[in-house]
């Protein structure tokens, strides 16, 4: 597989085998302002429209270029807070970005990207509702042949709290 260059004078291909370890060949981003309500203890699943499910399923798909890269994903978003929902409680998010090389299951996921808000002792002392950063992502190196498509899943786990507007998912592919 090559990359095209268009430049002054005409197009040009360059082969992927010839790009360093380290270049960025690829790069897709999902954003959204859709959200969850807060006060909701489920799993949900940002889907490629930038709106939240109850099915795990891809939120970027891609086709590699080069075989064996690796996948730098990032999220960042927010967790809604409720203060009525909030008070004596921990209340969490914690964000999981995973790939599979099917679209709808078989997801292996990295490590949690959390966020928690702590009203234990009662009131939080807050506005009606607020919302807290999550971000933070996972590099994943993967076997794979140039030409393989791979699917990006991000899954929110939310505890008396839901997800604010605002976000984005970002997957790079970074040649090996």
Known sequence: MALTKIRAGGVSSIPATSFPSGAILQTKMVQ????????????????????????????????????????????SGFMYVEDGTADGNINTMYAYIGHSTSSGSGYTYGDSL??????????????????CPVSGGDIFSLSHSAGTTLYFSLKGVFTRTGSGEGHSVIVHEVAA
């Not at 939080?124 to 919302?131: C, E, K, L």
């Open 114 to 131: 959390p966020s928690y808000w702590d009203a234990r002792s009662g009131n939080t002392d807050t506005p009606n509702q607020f919302q």
């Open 32 to 75: 959204g302002t859709n959200s969850v309500s807060g006060g909701t203890s489920a799993t949900k699943y940002l889907t490629s429209s930038a709106t939240w499910n109850d099915t795990e399923q891809a939120v970027i798909t891609l086709t590699t270029i080069k075989a064996n890269s690796s996948f730098h994903c990032f999220y």
